[in-house]
């Protein structure tokens, strides 16, 4: 089967500024229970997307084409490219910032924790 990825768009995401597409490969039911995302993530010119915690779950950003600034569960701030992959752990907290005025591209997987 082949199909075209659904795109959504989104304003303020997580409490962030500006807009976001978000272009899903997969939906949750087609992730079989391994995990809730799988996308390609475009975030606009100067937006981002806020300050929010992973429960039960992981998030790694892998970025694809442009520039962000990662927000770690620190609170540190990291300057991030193509090539670069940002590692969110079950529990911390993160954010993601393009203060650019190109696009910044990034793949997200939202996978669950492991149950014991």
């Given at each position: 089967m082949?199909r075209?990825e659904?795109?959504?768009?989104?304003?303020?995401?997580?409490?962030?500024?500006?807009?976001?597409e978000?272009?899903h490969f997969?939906?949750?039911?087609?992730?079989?229970?391994?995990?809730?995302m799988?996308?390609?993530?475009?975030?606009?010119?100067?937006?981002?997307?806020?300050?929010h915690?992973h429960v039960?779950?992981?998030?790694p950003?892998?970025i694809i084409r442009?520039?962000g600034v990662?927000?770690d569960?620190?609170?540190s701030r990291?300057?991030?490219?193509?090539g670069?992959?940002?590692?969110?752990?079950?529990?911390q907290?993160h954010?993601?910032?393009n203060?650019?005025?190109e696009d910044m591209?990034?793949?997200?997987l939202i996978?669950?924790e492991?149950?014991?």
């Amino acid at each position: 089967m082949v199909r075209k990825e659904r795109v959504v768009h989104v304003d303020n995401l997580r409490g962030g500024e500006g807009s976001v597409e978000i272009h899903h490969f997969l939906n949750e039911e087609e992730l079989m229970g391994h995990g809730t995302m799988y996308a390609r993530v475009i975030v606009k010119p100067h937006s981002s997307i806020g300050w929010h915690q992973h429960v039960g779950n992981t998030e790694p950003y892998a970025i694809i084409r442009g520039e962000g600034v990662f927000v770690d569960n620190d609170g540190s701030r990291t300057t991030v490219h193509a090539g670069d992959v940002c590692l969110i752990e079950v529990g911390q907290w993160h954010s993601i910032e393009n203060n650019t005025e190109e696009d910044m591209e990034m793949i997200a997987l939202i996978i669950n924790e492991a149950t014991k």
